[in-house]
C-alpha cells in the first residue's frame, strides 16, 4: 500500500490489523522507506550459475490512469521499457541480478529459475524494491509476444544448468499489454459475466489475447477473476503497439469492464 502522507498510513494501518482485510496475513506489517521514481521490471533466466536477462518492461500497478488509486496486481505493461536505458540495463545486471544468484548460492541457497527485479530508476540511480521467483504478470505477456526464440529450450537449460551460451532473440517492435478487469476490482467484484468479441480478435496482425480470470460455461465464455483478459498487440513503434492494443480492446466486452486507458504513456514520453 503506498501511503503519500501520514493519514493515508494510518488508513491502511487500520485496513491491515484493525479491520483484518486481508485476514491473518494483516498480524505484522513491514513499513518501508517511501521511492520516488519510475518502476521498471527486469527478468531474467538463471540455472543458479549464469544469468541470462530479459528483455526490460514496465508494469502499471494501480487501478486508475496517472498511477492513482490502491495498487492491483498489475493493469498493463509494456516492453521495452524506455527508462531501462543501456547503462542501467547493464548496471542492473553487474549490481543486482549477478550479485544476488551468486549471493544465493554462497548461502547454500542455490537458486535455478525466473528471478524478477521490480526496480526503481530516479535521476539515472537504481534501488531494488522487490524480488519474485516467478515471471511478472502482466510484464511477461509483451515479453512473451516479443521473444522470437523458442522458450522450451531456454527452460529446459534453466533446469538442467546448461544456460551458459543461451542467447535470447528478440523482436525489435515494442509490445503493449492492456489488462481488461471486472469492475470493482481490486476490491469486490462480480464474476460469471458473458464476454464478447474475443473471437474477432484473431483476424487481427500481432494481436493476442492471454487469458487470466475466464471460464466456459457451456459454450460460452465468461469473466472468472479480477483481471480478466491481457490484450497484448505489437507495432512499429510504442504509438503504434498501444493503438493496436485499445483497438483490439474496443472490440472486446463484458459488464463493468474495467481498463486503464494510459498504458504505454510513460514510455511516449522518451
Known sequence: ????????????IDRIMVNKEFGDAGDKVIIEQFL?????SFLAFTDGEEVIPMASSQDHKPIYNYDEGPNTGGMGAY?????VTDELFDRIMTEVMIPTVKGMKAEGTRYTGVLYAGVMIKDGELKVLE???RFGDPEAQPLFHRLKSDLSPVLLATINGTLKGVTLEWDERPSVCVVMASGGYPGKYQIGKEIFGVDTIHEMKD???FHAGTTYIGRHLNANGGRVLGVTAMGTDLQDAKDRAYKAVDKIDFHQAHYRTDIGDKGLKY
Open 1 to 12: 500500500i503506498i501511503s503519500k502522507n501520514i493519514v493515508d498510513a494510518h488508513t491502511a
Open 36 to 40: 520516488t521514481g519510475e518502476e521498471a
Open 79 to 83: 516492453s521495452p521499457a524506455p527508462v
Open 131 to 133: 524480488f519474485n521467483a
Open 207 to 209: 494481436v493476442v489475447v
